[in-house]
């Protein structure tokens, strides 16, 4: 069982950064591929960026690409999410989750744990 802890969430103005951390527990966090995905009030969760175990491949919605980094240090099992130039639109519930089978994915379907998330509020 892996239990995943987001921080780093808050209020921020439009044009402005956050940077948020998934911690894992245990130390099989290395073998897992792991990504961040967002739900905004009354609508679907959505992929948001993914990295694989080593962090040599990422991935990002088309939305977030050149605003958002997200990256991972294996030796404090930790993953980031920097963002910056952030929109109202980015405003949403951000998860993490951890894929313990295979390559980053966009899909939700293929993350086995999920943590319960860090609220972002972006205001215009």
């Known amino acids: 069982q892996v239990q995943l802890v987001e921080s780093g969430g808050g209020l921020v103005q439009a044009g402005g950064s956050l940077r948020l951390s998934c911690a894992a527990s245990?130390?099989?966090?290395?073998?897992?591929?792991m990504g961040w995905f967002r739900q905004a009030p009354g609508k679907e969760r959505d992929f948001v960026a993914a990295?694989?175990?080593?962090?040599?491949?990422?991935y990002y919605a088309d939305s977030v690409k050149g605003r958002f980094t997200i990256s991972r240090d294996n030796a404090k099992s930790t993953m980031y999410l920097q963002m910056n130039s952030l929109k109202p639109e980015d405003t949403a519930v951000y998860y993490c989750?951890?894929?313990?089978?295979?390559?980053?994915?966009?899909?939700?379907?293929?993350?086995?744990?999920w943590g319960r998330g860090t609220q972002v509020t972006v205001s215009s």
């Open positions: 989750a951890a894929d313990t089978v295979g390559l980053p994915s966009r899909s939700s379907d293929e993350y086995d744990y």
């Open positions: 990295i694989s175990r080593t962090g040599g491949t990422t």
């Open positions: 245990g130390h099989t966090f290395r073998y897992y591929a």
